[in-house]
């Protein structure tokens, strides 16, 4: 039960992000809410560490009332199907609820996996737990252990999103949980899919935009029990990015920019491969839509100040390595070893599923910026493989994970050829 409690202080998180989106049906609005009060959230914590100011319960949840106050007054309440214009969600709510019974399903077997503790990621024992914990204790970014050379393997200047979310649950139930971070990994699924259906609804149909929803929770919860995610940062990470990709695909408008702008920014803030990413979309945007491209803009001010605290503390690691060479002679290993993850040790399958409905498409335009920003994705995720003398016990011990990032942008591109 206190697991519970502790993974239900999380949804607080929903009040930073309600003034996000205001034409979403409700579980898209709470689903984009829930990834840009994160990001706020997480943002406000650091810069209150930059000053020197202690977290607590107060200093936390009046910024949030006052965004939830904000939302409030401003915007109507929204309705379950608002969202979908024209489709059967505005006549009769039970019909979207049937088309969402796959949804339910594949949620329910998703905590299943993470209660189970079938898809746990070690590095949340090893990096970000420990990470967490020491920041809860300090009520700040724990700055002396982050500068202790015996944990120097922790990359002490790895972005910090992931365990502040874990810090914001503790100071509100005044403990940290193991199980509750294992348990966040379903939440952040869910919140990538319910968001994804909404973006893309009012382009697809409700009809359709479920099937692919399904389709994209589907792979995401085989490939976090396979690459085994749950507590690490991937899922977080992948939240933002199927958030970012899906508004800037289906989106139009100044509230699709902004929702794209706040997921970017979450997702530099929460990996390195995220910074990648974002590099990825705004190389896509040249080609596709030059003028998205000011979306990328948070993303560079928020990993940007971060990196300047880094390296005012001494802290620099994982972003000064410009100058480690890359070592082509390993290649052909890492694109073996590679594939071979990418197998999933079900004969391809995951990539069949998200590339098969592309057959079908009718919009190729539609769908070139997740497609190149998927090749982009390959091509980094090389990259960074090739930094690495002996690289073969990374890739068995990632690969499974971070291929998924290339997986969501292939659903993504399906459902935009399919328009």
């Known amino acids: 039960m206190n697991e519970l409690l502790w993974v239900a202080a999380s949804l607080l998180l929903v009040a930073f992000g309600l003034p996000l989106a205001r034409s979403f049906d409700l579980p898209g609005r709470i689903a984009v809410a829930f990834a840009g009060g994160t990001v706020i959230a997480g943002t406000l914590m650091f810069a209150m560490s930059v000053l020197g100011l202690k977290w607590s319960r107060a200093s936390l949840l009046i910024p949030a009332a006052g965004m939830l106050l904000w939302a409030l007054l401003r915007w109507a309440r929204p309705r379950w199907g608002a969202a979908i214009p024209g489709g059967a969600a505005d006549r009769d709510r039970r019909q979207e609820w049937r088309r969402s019974t796959w949804l339910l399903l594949i949620f329910a077997l998703a905590v299943y996996g993470a209660a189970g503790a079938r ?153 390195v491969e995220g910074s990648a990413f974002v590099v990825a979309i705004v190389i896509a945007l040249l080609f596709v839509n030059r003028r998205a491209v000011a979306a990328a803009l948070p993303a560079v001010i928020l990993i940007g100040s971060w990196i300047l605290f880094a390296r005012h503390h001494g802290l620099l690691d994982s972003y000064a390595r410009a100058e480690k060479p890359l070592l082509f002679d390993r290649l052909g290993h890492v694109l073996y070893m590679g594939g071979w993850q990418a197998s999933y040790r079900v004969m391809y399958l995951p990539w069949i599923a998200a590339l098969g409905p592309l057959a079908f498409g009718r919009s190729f335009r539609r769908a070139a910026l997740p497609l190149i920003v998927a090749a982009l994705s390959l091509g980094y995720t090389v990259f960074f493989y090739l930094h690495e003398p002996e690289p073969l016990w990374w890739i068995r011990a990632s690969a499974e994970r971070v291929l998924l990032t290339t997986l969501s942008c292939l659903v993504v591109a399906s459902a935009a050829a399919s328009e």
């Open 119 to 271: 898809m746990t990621c070690g590095d949340l024992l090893y990096f970000w737990g420990p990470k967490a914990i020491h920041f809860f204790e300090a009520r700040a970014i724990d700055v002396e252990f982050l500068r202790f050379p015996h944990y120097y393997l922790m990359h002490p200047d790895y972005p910090p999103l992931q365990p502040l979310a874990l810090v914001w649950s503790s100071v509100m139930t005044g403990r940290f949980s193991w199980w509750g971070a294992v348990l966040l990994a379903p939440l952040y699924l869910m919140a990538a899919v319910l968001a994804f259906r909404s973006l893309a609804a009012p382009r697809l149909g409700a009809e359709k935009a479920t099937a692919y929803a399904a389709l994209l929770a589907a792979l995401l919860t085989f490939g976090f029990t396979a690459g085994r995610a749950a507590g690490g940062a991937d899922p977080m990470l992948l939240m933002f990015e199927v958030i970012a990709l899906s508004a800037l695909t289906f989106g139009a408008g100044r509230e699709a920019t902004i929702i794209a702008s706040v997921a970017l920014a979450g997702a530099a803030f929460t990996k």
